[in-house]
């Protein structure tokens, strides 16, 4: 996420909004990992993000599961999750 990022601004993620797949309960459980290893290494399930104006975001769903899973606020080009 950070690579397409503007100098000034942030990724925000919002952990509740999609579905965790079982084997990274599995990976954190087994290996001992720590969240932040887990969303660093593993994304936490994310396989594309795609960020759009929120008034696009209907334009963009395709015929696969798609969730809205944060914003793009201001900051300095980190990732967060809530």
């Not at 100098?7 to 999609?18: E, I, P, S």
């Not at 696009?56 to 999750?81: F, L, N, S």
């Amino acid at each position: 996420m950070p690579r397409f990022l503007p100098k000034n601004c942030d990724a925000v993620f919002h952990l509740a909004t999609w579905p965790l797949p079982d084997v990274f309960a599995e990976i954190r459980r087994r290996g001992n990992v720590s969240d932040d290893e887990m969303h660093r290494t593993f994304n936490m399930g994310l396989g594309l993000v795609v960020a759009v104006a929120p008034d696009k975001a209907a334009a963009v769903k395709g015929p696969r599961p798609c969730y809205d899973v944060g914003r793009v606020e201001k900051g300095t080009r980190i990732v967060r999750y809530r």
